[in-house]
């Protein structure tokens, strides 16, 4: 992965607009969710504003970060990159969670496949850390996701389907993504069956 000016602003001004977050379960400061899914998508790509992307993806939706904030740092470029992985306000638009998740994939269907490959870096290493997490102990699952097992497999299979006709020519990348789908689609159907 290579490494630059811009790619180390976004470092700072993500682990300073996160700084106060953790990841859901682990508790890890969330800003090692932001610099896996750099290093996994720089196993695949040198695009700094796809990196500087990647750094930034959750910034919009889950930080205090403005839209016209991100514009004058890091350009359109990485704006657009950005905005295209960006969740509808869920509040907002009055959308379920369902209904966000389907609305962030059609978002997908359009999206420059730089951003699609964010995404696809985001989804695995979410993936990763949800099989790592509840591997000794599944049923936790419930209480940190809830019980509503065929929305979250709906929402991630309708999200995996458009990265799969996205990245068609991405075959190392989407060989990662569908692997670790694959096995937390395994992890939610278990628990589906075996914690009531």
Not at 31 to 54: M, P
Not at 72 to 88: M, Q
Request: proline share 2%; aromatic share 10%.
């Amino acid at each position: 992965m290579i490494y630059t000016k811009k790619i180390e602003m976004a470092i700072k001004v993500a682990a300073d607009k996160h700084r106060n977050q953790t990841r859901k379960f682990s508790k890890l400061p969330y800003i090692t969710h932001l610099v896996s899914v750099s290093f996994i998508l720089g196993e695949y790509t040198n695009d700094e504003a796809a990196i500087v992307a990647a750094l930034l993806h959750d910034t919009l939706e889950d930080t205090d970060y403005s839209e016209a904030e991100l514009k004058k740092d890091f350009g359109d470029e990485v704006f657009g990159l950005v905005k295209a992985v960006t969740e509808p306000d869920r509040k907002a638009l009055n959308l379920s969670w369902l209904n966000t998740k389907l609305a962030y994939a059609k978002q997908l269907e359009v999206a420059d496949k730089r951003s699609v490959m964010i995404a696809a870096a985001d989804k695995t290493h979410n993936s990763i850390n949800i099989i790592t997490d509840f591997a000794d102990k599944p049923c936790e699952f419930v209480k940190y996701f809830g019980n509503k097992h065929d929305d979250r497999i709906q929402a991630y299979q309708t999200i995996a389907d458009v990265i799969n006709s996205r990245l068609e020519s991405e075959e190392a990348l989407l060989s990662k993504f569908n692997e670790t789908f694959t096995s937390y689609l395994n992890l939610v159907n278990y628990v589906k069956e075996n914690c009531k």
